[in-house]
């Protein structure tokens, strides 16, 4: 039997590194989709791009890119400008990504969704997966609901990433978290402790 395509919702290369590697696995085969209009300033993006084109050589997938427009995502998110990290902005952004990834999904008929957001101790998997299973209804395809950073995912990225020589960024992507500090992977997820300073 043929595996079935997923598309994954790539925040970031050193995030893809274990769902890429062990959606296969499971019987997927992993298509990989850049949105990058969350992050600030263009370079930045671009180097992160650049740092998912790499991953995917030595993966061996070929990735689904979008256009970078990040006035899209400012004109939404703006009005959110003063939320602290792990607030609405950071629910609009999730919600703003997994849009675009379940749009382009239903367009390829790519019949499943998933995202790398939930390998990071300090994202909300709960509401990323809440928020993806209502992106993926919108535009009908099936939500796979996946928290990467269990089983020691997250640990096993970061020694990925070391490994592969990854690009590894010290905000989580938008203006605001740049200005700001904060940790490199937006949302904190409440009660949950984070086992490894990224
Ligand atoms: S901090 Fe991260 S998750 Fe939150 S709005 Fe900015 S880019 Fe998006």
């Not at 890429?20 to 263009?42: F, K, Q, R, T």
């Not at 939500?143 to 690009?167: C, D, P």
């Amino acid at each position: 039997m043929s595996a079935q395509k997923v598309l994954l919702h790539v925040c970031c290369a050193p995030d893809a590194t274990v769902p890429w590697a062990d959606l296969p696995g499971e019987g997927y085969e992993v298509v990989p989709y850049w949105y990058g209009n969350n992050i600030h300033p263009a370079a930045e993006e671009k180097r992160r791009r650049d740092t998912l084109a790499a991953l995917s050589l030595r993966m061996g997938g070929s990735v689904l890119w979008e256009e970078y427009v990040p006035e899209t995502w400012l004109e939404a998110a703006s009005r959110l400008a003063n939320e602290p990290e792990g607030g609405a902005r950071c629910a609009l952004c999730f919600r703003l990504q997994l849009e675009a990834a379940a749009r382009r999904a239903s367009a390829m008929k790519i019949p499943l969704l998933c995202t790398t957001l939930t390998i990071s101790p300090h994202k909300n998997a709960e509401l990323i997966n809440s928020i993806g299973a209502e992106c993926a209804s919108q535009y009908g395809v099936a939500w796979l609901a996946r928290v990467f950073r269990k089983e020691n995912g997250f640990v096993r990225s970061v020694a990925l990433s070391k490994e592969y020589g990854l690009y590894r960024q010290s905000y989580c992507g938008c203006l605001y978290s740049m200005t700001r500090g904060g940790n490199n992977h937006g949302t904190a997820a409440r009660g949950e402790a984070s086992p490894v300073a990224p």
